[in-house]
Nanobody
Framework: VQLVELGGDLVQPGGSLRLSCRVSGVSIFDVDSMGWYRQAPGKQRDLVAA???????TYEDSVKGRFIISRDGAKNEIYLLMNSLKPEDTAVYYC?????????WSQGTQVTVSS
């Protein structure tokens, strides 16, 4: 499977960004769940949002009410809409299957929240 994350940028606190992940090599409906992970400098990589095969979504507590994960089956893509961004959201964001496939990590996309 190949994953390409797009959409990262520098944004001011309180701003919004929409990340996209292009998935190839597997249908997003053929895996149990797809998710967005993030890794801040010096920290471990954590799952922040996931959507399962039937469309149920789950979120890490710190992003609940601010982030929305969605998908487009026709394009085989998943998305992360991030609102009310905070400096602590600064990280490299990755998409992957949940639980992740270790061979499928790509370079991610950098999100920096700063004034």
């Amino acid at each position: 499977v190949q994953l390409v994350e797009l959409g990262g940028d520098l944004v001011q606190p309180g701003g919004s960004l929409r990340l996209s992940c292009r998935v190839s090599g597997v249908s997003i409906f053929d895996v149990d769940s797809m998710g967005w992970y993030r890794q801040a400098p010096g920290k471990q990589r954590d799952l922040v949002a996931a959507v399962n095969r039937i469309g149920r979504t789950t979120y890490e507590d710190s992003v609940k009410g601010r982030f929305i994960i969605s998908r487009d089956g026709a394009k085989n893509e998943i998305y992360l809409l991030m609102n009310s961004l905070k400096p602590e959201d600064t990280a490299v964001y990755y998409c992957n299957v949940v639980p992740f496939w270790s061979d499928s990590w790509s370079q991610g996309t950098q999100v920096t929240v700063s004034s």
